[in-house]
């Protein structure tokens, strides 16, 4: 997987940050959900974005609205209940293997 160093630095970040791990790259019929953490006590699903430069635009832009919708359903799928209050979560990696950084922004 190209961006595995990402998605591996990504959850480092998290981890250090006092998130625990659920699960990683979870297959569900909409989608697929990178890292599924939990944060006190609330279910946390984080799409992980990667980007050497901003050539392509910035990470988060990479996010786009059916995406969002693509997680809030696979989140519901894995939790098999509505009545659970869950967050979504960019995890954005900028750089490269031998230099980055990461930014999480709240997605609503």
Same mark, same amino acid.
């Given at each position: +997987?190209?961006?595995? &160093? =990402?998605? !591996? ?14 699960a990683r790259n979870r297959r569900t019929p909409y989608g697929e959900? !990178?890292? &599924? +953490? ?19 635009? %910035?990470?988060?832009?990479?996010? *786009?609205? &059916?995406?969002?919708?693509? +997680?809030?359903?696979s989140a519901l799928y894995l939790l098999g209940r509505e009545d659970? *209050?869950? @967050? ?7 750089? %490269? *293997?031998? =230099? &980055? @950084? ?7």
């Open positions: +997987m190209k961006g595995r &160093w =990402a998605e !591996d630095a990504a959850l480092e970040h998290l981890l250090a940050r006092g998130y625990a791990l659920v959900i !990178d890292l &599924w +953490m939990e944060h006190e006590g609330v279910p946390v699903f984080a799409e992980v974005k990667q980007r050497a430069s901003g050539r392509y635009g %910035t990470p988060l832009e990479s996010i *786009r609205p &059916w995406k969002l919708e693509r +997680m809030r359903k659970v *209050r869950v @967050r979504f979560l960019a995890v954005l990696v900028s750089g %490269t *293997r031998e =230099a &980055w @950084r990461i930014e999480l922004v709240p997605l609503e």
